[in-house]
T-cell receptor, first 111, second 112 residues
Framework: DTAVSQTPKYLVTQMGNDKSIKCEQN?????MYWYKQDSKKFLKIMFS???????INETVPNRFSPKSPDKAHLNLHINSLELGDSAVYFC??????????FGQGTRLTVV | GNSVTQMEGPVTLSEEAFLTINCTYT??????LFWYVQYPGEGLQLLLK?????DKGSNKGFEATYRKETTSFHLEKGSVQVSDSAVYFC???????????FGQGTELSVKP
């Protein structure tokens, strides 16, 4: 039973398109995150939500819009995709007294 | 600001060799420290953690000790296996359940 699941696992799309990545966690955690891993494997926080409220937005372009319909879901919508958006995007969740649990990642390739 | 620095990779070792991956941090306050591992094509898994000075985290033969005096959290394993080949990330969090600040990752390759 997967704790943090993301879909799709792979996403190939053309520049200028709009795409979404979905994330769900069944751990009952209050906090969810999106991290971006670039081609050199460097990981950086993008957003964090706590109980459906945005608490961290790390100077990510406006083309990226997270949405949390409930505390178990945090989706990432990206408008007008650019070549530089190609990366692996990881969803994660945590609770006040636990470490973060990560999804398997979504490899986004913009062509 | 808060940051984590890891030794550069890739690191290539023979099976049963001793492993050390250095990690140092800069933080305001008292962070929790973590090692995460990413196997090829997979997400990140927590390997071990330490939440206060002098704590030792351990798992699967790996160990790391939270050293406040040297602001370090070096990862060690006495005898690596081929299956340990992965990318290892050192990370800190300034509060329990808070965002993680990662080092740049160290790729480990273990040859038979």
């Amino acid at each position: 039973d997967t704790a943090v699941s993301q879909t799709p696992k792979y996403l190939v799309t053309q520049m200028g398109n709009d795409k979404s990545i979905k994330c769900e966690q069944n751990l009952g955690h209050d906090t969810m995150y999106w991290y971006k891993q670039d081609s050199k494997k460097f990981l950086k926080i993008m957003f964090s939500y706590n109980n459906k409220e945005l608490i961290i937005n790390e100077t990510v372009p406006n083309r990226f819009s997270p949405k949390s319909p409930d505390k178990a879901h945090l989706n990432l919508h990206i408008n007008s995709l650019e070549l530089g958006d190609s990366a692996v995007y990881f969803c994660a969740s945590s609770q006040a007294d636990t470490e973060a649990f990560f999804g398997q990642g979504t490899r986004l390739t913009v062509v | 600001g808060n940051s984590v620095t890891q030794m550069e990779g890739p690191v290539t070792l023979s099976e049963e060799a001793f492993l050390t991956i250095n990690c140092t941090y800069t933080a305001t306050g008292y962070p929790s420290l973590f090692w995460y591992v990413q196997y090829p094509g997979e997400g990140l898994q927590l390997l071990l953690k330490a939440t206060k000075a002098d704590d030792k985290g351990s798992n699967k033969g790996f160990e790391a000790t939270y050293r406040k005096e040297t602001t370090s959290f070096h990862l060690e394993k006495g005898s690596v296996q081929v299956s340990d080949s992965a990318v290892y990330f050192c990370a800190l969090s300034l509060k329990q359940g808070g965002k993680l600040i990662f080092g740049q990752g160290t790729e480990l390759s273990v040859k038979p």
